[in-house]
């Protein structure tokens, strides 16, 4: 199982994890802490303290369409904000 999808990098996820320590990853909705953690300190080499889970629900959305109003969803995925220990970081950018 592909526990880690992908990393969020916005502005808001970026100013959280410089002041907490952490950051936040998109992750498999069956996947639990103790997997989430493992992935984590497994892939980017680091121990982490903490795992905080999120299932952030599918968003409706509309538009306009020359052949209509069009509605649909957004797909619902899971969140997992990471608190990392003190002196180590996550550099995303490093294989770029």
Do not use: C, H, W
């Amino acid at each position: 199982m592909n526990t880690i999808i992908k990393p969020i990098i916005t502005e808001k996820m970026t100013a959280a994890g410089e002041k907490n320590n952490s950051d936040g990853f998109v992750v498999d909705r069956k996947a639990n802490k103790d997997q989430i953690k493992n992935a984590v300190e497994e892939l980017y080499q680091v121990k982490v303290e903490a795992v905080n889970t999120i299932v952030q629900r599918g968003k409706r959305t509309a538009r306009n369409t020359k052949s209509g109003y069009i509605v649909g969803r957004k797909s619902t995925f899971k969140k997992a904000i990471v608190k990392i220990k003190d002196g180590q970081i996550i550099d995303f950018y490093s294989n770029i």
